[in-house]
């Protein structure tokens, strides 16, 4: 448990770090870091965080006219596999623990990208799951997509998910704005994901989704989704007004709560009076508890269990733009 005591740093002051992991096989930190002017890479760390290495030139496929604005999310894969998603919608791998990277074309070159159009915050892949023989990517705005061939080939997985921007095809192929999509440890083929559009939850590798609000929940709409790795049919999730107002509903940072695989939805109020915003990276969970971070740089904490609490651990950070749990020596 992290005590305020424990906050050290800042780690890569200067960077913007979209988000950061320890990977647990090999130990290493690595962060999807960005400079306004030193532009978009990876950094690595094999002594937690008391010295850093870049990584190589992170390049698009040669002739390609797309332009790498942003490190979005590090995935660890097998061995010294590490995965990155980045805007414009790009996705890459590296062999060699971040050293260098190679951009997966089939994602980027994918026959529907003329489809693809950026949100708010760009057109970034923030999403990267590898589970069940399967990898998942979602970006936003393009929706989410499943490969079954280690990367060779990609499918849309957005049967059922809204594009309510879309008056005229609310449910297009591709063009869903998702938020977040996590695959559950412990289920296989389910997932779950916040939209633009709702909270939604699949059970067959996002062949098919089922939308889960009104039911409890004041808004759709919202940035982050935390689960339970025990509990395949516990969430969380952190609802915002709406697309036009990025600040918690109600007037108090209010966590809700599903215990049966989002039927319904118990609200767990962290404080109030409050107006504020949990970015998509800003929650995390592990087999003891819960933790958002908040732009206004304060951390929470819920330990586990249908009547768990919520602490605060830690306040006056910088906007926090990603959370991670990790076992630290």
């Known amino acids: 448990m992290v005590r305020d005591s424990d906050v050290e740093g800042p780690l890569l002051p200067g960077w913007s770090i979209y988000h950061a992991l320890r990977d647990p096989s090999s130990g290493t930190l690595y962060a999807a870091s960005n400079h306004f002017v030193y532009g978009a890479t990876v950094h690595r760390s094999d002594d937690l965080g008391k010295t850093w290495e870049r990584a190589e030139e992170i390049r698009l496929p040669g002739g390609s006219d797309l332009k790498l604005n942003a490190t979005w999310h590090v995935e660890p894969g097998a061995g010294s596999e590490l995965w990155l998603g980045g805007d414009p919608g790009v996705l890459f791998r590296s062999s060699d623990g971040g050293v260098t990277f190679e951009p997966i074309t089939s994602l980027i070159e994918h ?76 289920r296989e083929g389910r997932l779950w994901q916040q939209n633009h559009c709702g909270v939604y939850r699949s059970d067959d590798h996002g062949d098919t989704w089922e939308r889960l609000e009104g039911n409890g929940l004041p808004s759709g709409f919202g940035f982050p989704i935390a689960l339970d790795p025990s509990d395949p049919d ?15 509903c109600d007037g108090r940072l209010g966590v809700y709560r599903t215990s049966d695989g989002g039927a319904s939805w118990t609200l767990e109020s962290l404080a109030e009076p409050a107006w504020a915003a949990v970015l998509r990276e800003g929650a995390s969970f592990d087999e003891d508890g819960v933790y958002i971070g908040t732009q206004g740089g304060s951390v929470w904490v819920r330990t586990t269990g249908e009547n768990g609490t919520w602490t605060e651990l830690a306040r006056n950070l910088p906007p926090i733009l990603s959370v991670e749990v990790a076992d630290w020596p």
């Open 234 to 248: 516990v969430a969380y999730v952190v609802p915002e007004v709406s697309g036009e107002q990025h600040f918690t």
């Open 111 to 186: 026959p529907t990208r003329e489809r693809w159009q950026p949100g708010a915050g760009g057109m970034c892949c923030h999403s990267f799951q590898v589970a069940d023989g399967r990898l998942y990517a979602a970006i936003s705005a393009a929706g989410g997509f499943r490969s079954e061939d280690a990367g060779e080939t990609w499918t849309p997985i957005n049967k059922g998910v809204a594009a309510d921007f879309f008056p005229d095809n609310p449910f297009p192929e591709v063009g869903q704005c998702v938020h977040k999509l996590l695959v559950h440890p412990a």
